[in-house]
């Protein structure tokens, strides 16, 4: 797609619309900033541009701006199917988002990393992967820096490793990847994508556009992946935290081994040469060591820096131990499959704290995985309620109610007892309460660290 002169409208003044301005103009285009919220000020939407100059609108759009439009850029927090997109769409205007818009002036090697839960740690390992071996390494996207305040760094030398959610791939036409991995998908923003068959389609654009002499690692023991690795373009990689494979890598009694046409390499001690826990974790891991196989990585570099990879912050992240009680902040489990995650890391009883945002999820498989590990739990938000009636469905009746998540917090510090573990694992989004998990993470920590011993 040719970006030169051409009418550009951009909707959403976040941090993902600033970049896309901002690139779109390196570019040549002739972008326009749109926001919907009608609170939002001409003046606030300029300050956020800084020194880029283009054309701004609040809440309404005019009409000749709608009718010059040439391409529609969305930020990912823009749903696909409103009303107001679908009239660009009938029009036949292209519709792209950052990822996408970032890719067409991509000039070097992109690794894409998506999947509902254990994007954030495996694309952070990747990236310290990478950037022990090649030169030039940009870590992008999802993880929080736009992909289009990178791109024009990028040489043909150069690699890109990007998180990339489903919001984001709904918008991407050509995006191409020389390695991509899904590393599962279970339920989750279903208010936004309506079914799971769209939420799948989703996920699986990140490798549609693949060649057969690309790669795609891929999660054995997800359903989906292994249905779609019958139709993936790309070369499938497996990884496996269950099975022993012919081929791939997979997890066994505390090793990760490497499979080949059937004969199999120990390749790391998960207790000794991992700082990371959990089996969530060591997926992460064999996702990564795939990953680095398939750029060629020497095996010596990969384990040198998974031994020195420490946990990504607000992901089942050791905060302290005050009073004998171990203290985690796992915020990032926003939905009920993370969070499963986070109860499987605890090697003692633990004080949870749950709730938040409603997404439509369920949380029968979160209540069932306390499986009693879970001592007490402490529930806030919108959806408290919700579930504490799946709770007590399911035989579990040691549930406290909080108004704020202060009174959560001191309500798990009086129920918790040396030896125990108090976790936050929300299961929920942090929407509502906090603008965002880190924020939810950062005053959990503050809480901690400022308890006396």
Known sequence: MELQNKKVLIVGSGKSGIAAAGLLVKAGALPVLFDSNEKLTIKEMEEKLGNIQIPCYAGDLPEDIKKETEVLVLSPGVPVDLPFVEAFKALGVPVIGEIELAYLLEKGRVIAITGTNGKTTTTTLVGDIMKAHFADVFVVGNIGNPYTLEVTKTDENSVTVAEISSFQLETTDTFHPV??????????????????ENYVAAKEAVAVKQTGDEVCVLN??????????????????FFSSKHKLEDGYFYKEGYIYRAQGGSSEQILNVHTDMNLVGICNVENVMAALAIAESMNVPKETVLRVIKEFKAVEHRIEYV??????????????????????????MDRPTVLIGGGYDKGSTYDEWI???????????????????????????????????????????????????????LLSPACASWGMFPNYEERGRIFKEYVNALKE
């Open 320 to 345: 302290a131990e005050k009073g004998g009680v171990l203290y985690y902040n796992d915020s990032k489990g926003t939905n009920p499959d993370a969070a499963i995650q986070g109860i499987r890391a």
């Open 220 to 237: 054995y023991e997800d359903a989906y992946l292994l249905d779609f690795a019958k139709r993936c373009p790309a070369r499938v990689i």
């Open 368 to 422: 069932e995985a306390f499986d009693g590990k879970v001592k007490c739990l402490v529930l806030l938000g919108q959806t408290k309620e919700k579930i504490a009636e799946c709770a007590r469905a399911h035989g579990f009746s040691d549930i406290k109610m909080a108004e704020t998540f202060k009174e959560a917090f001191d309500i798990c510090v009086e129920a918790a007892e040396s030896g125990d573990a108090v």
């Open 179 to 196: 390695v991509s991995a899904i590393l599962n998908i279970t339920p989750d923003h279903l208010n936004r994508h309506h079914t799971m």
